[in-house]
């Protein structure tokens, strides 16, 4: 009876040379999209350290909605103006009503972050805890929304910003892009659309009303203001008080001599 011969088990030659290059070629891909979605972040925020924005995602925002809804009179109110000619106070206020640890932490508050964790599992009404630099993140490069994604988006523009920029920039593009009422952006145009001032010119009860409006400047009013305006900027102007004045903003100057957390410390 012949002997069959055994088949030598070879490698399929033709399989393993048509797999290799796939794979070379899936490696490539993502490698030049991560390379591409570095440069697409990482370059805007680079350049927006010295250059002054000329908009904002939410000023185009707001045009599209505008312009959807058919709204014809709707016009953008926005005028930049460096930090050296908005008035203290109102860097004051907005740390004090919106951000009291800015100087201190890099880019997230975790404790006030854990507070609205708390406060929000016992009660409907949701309580935020965004940084002015989170807050910077999302008005300058994001939409508006509550989607984990774009969270998720705002937290990588937030370490890119805290990274790239010093905390003066970071204070004075918020200043000049947060939106104080329907189509107003920036404190200059804010100063001159509702005290018929620059914003050089703005004093505490000015600085703490336009503050006051933060949360919900298309509900809340500068003009004209609810109870909950005038309490929340009574609030404002004790917690600018307590944290020592204008002499608080020191603490953004990274070359100051001083420990800017003795002036929170003398303040408490």
Same mark, same amino acid.
């Given at each position: 009876?012949? $002997?069959?011969?055994?088949?030598?088990?070879?490698?399929?030659?033709?399989?393993?040379?048509?797999?290799?290059?796939?794979?070379?070629?899936?490696?490539?891909?993502?490698?030049?999209?991560?390379?591409?979605?570095?440069?697409?972040?990482?370059?805007?925020?680079?350049?927006?350290? @010295?250059?002054?924005? @000329? !908009?904002?995602?939410?000023?185009?925002?707001? $045009?599209?909605?505008?312009?959807?809804?058919?709204?014809?009179? *709707?016009?953008?109110?926005?005028?930049?103006?460096?930090?050296?000619?908005?008035?203290?106070?109102?860097?004051?206020?907005? &740390?004090?009503?919106?951000? #009291? #640890? /800015?100087?201190?932490?890099?880019?997230?508050?975790?404790? !006030?972050?854990?507070?609205?964790?708390?406060?929000?599992?016992? %009660?409907? #009404?949701?309580?935020?805890?965004?940084?002015?630099?989170?807050?910077?993140?999302?008005?300058?490069?994001?939409?508006?929304?509550? !989607?984990?994604?774009?969270?998720?988006?705002?937290? *990588?523009?937030?370490?890119? &910003?805290?990274?790239? @920029?010093?905390?003066?920039? &970071?204070?004075?593009?918020?200043?000049? &892009?947060?939106? /104080?009422?329907?189509?107003?952006?920036?404190?200059?145009?804010?100063? #001159?659309?509702? /005290?018929?001032?620059?914003?050089?010119?703005?004093?505490?009860?000015? %600085?703490?009303?336009?503050?006051?409006?933060?949360?919900?400047?298309?509900?809340?009013?500068?003009?004209?203001?609810?109870?909950?305006?005038?309490?929340?900027?009574? @609030?404002?102007?004790?917690?600018? $008080?307590?944290?020592?004045?204008?002499? *608080?903003?020191?603490?953004?100057?990274?070359?100051?001599? %001083?420990?800017? $957390?003795?002036?929170?410390?003398?303040?408490?």
């Amino acid at each position: 009876m012949a $002997r069959r011969k055994r088949r030598s088990r070879q490698p399929n030659v033709a399989r393993s040379r048509t797999a290799k290059p796939w794979r070379g070629l899936l490696a490539r891909v993502a490698t030049f999209l991560v390379v591409a979605l570095l440069l697409l972040t990482v370059l805007p925020v680079v350049a927006l350290r @010295w250059l002054d924005p @000329w !908009s904002s995602a939410f000023m185009l925002d707001a $045009r599209i909605d505008a312009w959807r809804a058919g709204t014809k009179d *709707y016009q953008t109110q926005y005028r930049w103006v460096p930090l050296e000619k908005i008035a203290p106070t109102t860097a004051l206020a907005v &740390i004090a009503a919106e951000d #009291q #640890q /800015f100087p201190f932490h890099a880019g997230f508050d975790f404790q !006030s972050i854990r507070k609205a964790i708390r406060a929000n599992n016992n %009660s409907k #009404q949701l309580r935020g805890a965004s940084t002015i630099s989170q807050q910077v993140a999302k008005n300058l490069f994001l939409w508006s929304g509550r !989607s984990y994604f774009r969270k998720g988006l705002e937290a *990588y523009f937030t370490l890119l &910003i805290e990274w790239l @920029w010093p905390k003066e920039r &970071i204070l004075e593009v918020y200043l000049n &892009i947060a939106e /104080f009422g329907h189509g107003v952006y920036g404190v200059e145009a804010a100063a #001159q659309r509702y /005290f018929r001032k620059p914003a050089t010119k703005l004093n505490g009860p000015e %600085s703490a009303t336009l503050a006051a409006v933060l949360p919900n400047p298309r509900t809340f009013k500068v003009q004209n203001p609810s109870r909950y305006v005038l309490k929340r900027r009574r @609030w404002i102007q004790q917690q600018m $008080r307590a944290l020592g004045g204008a002499n *608080y903003l020191d603490a953004l100057d990274a070359n100051g001599e %001083s420990d800017p $957390r003795e002036t929170l410390r003398a303040a408490d």
